[in-house]
């Protein structure tokens, strides 16, 4: 079965980055959208970003504008979420996760289909 593969998760202070990387483990269909969700603890899951694997275009929630930066590589199998200015709100597990829907204005994770185990994120004051 086809899963996709997040790294670059970590421990970094106030004011780092990191660079989260998502692959699949093979050719996966009907998978348009790609995009990084957040689960920090007794939270509920929220989209962060999203690419338009085809038009590239792309979505940011209103916590991530002008911080993070989402792009994919030329072969569009990779995607990457360049977080910077990262404060302690931003802790919390990431996932990455594709879909066959893309939308300019929100993220709705029951539109993704394939889905990461998710990475560690956590940023000290």
């Known amino acids: 079965q086809v899963q996709l593969v997040e790294s670059g998760g970590g421990s970094v202070q106030a004011g780092g980055s990191l660079t989260l990387s998502c692959a699949p483990t093979g050719y996966i269909v009907n998978s348009r959208g790609v995009g990084w969700f957040r689960q920090a603890i007794g939270k509920e899951r929220e989209g962060v970003a999203s690419i338009d694997r085809i038009g590239g275009g792309t979505y940011y929630s209103d916590s991530a504008k002008g911080r993070f930066t989402i792009s994919q590589d030329n072969d569009k199998n990779t995607v990457f979420l360049q977080m910077n200015s990262l404060e302690p709100e931003d802790t919390a597990m990431y996932f990455c996760?594709?879909?066959?829907?893309?939308?300019?204005?929100?993220?709705?994770?029951?539109?993704?289909?394939?889905w990461g185990q998710g990475t560690q994120v956590t940023v000290s004051s």
């Open positions: 996760a594709a879909g066959g829907s893309w939308r300019t204005w929100a993220m709705f994770p029951n539109e993704f289909h394939y």
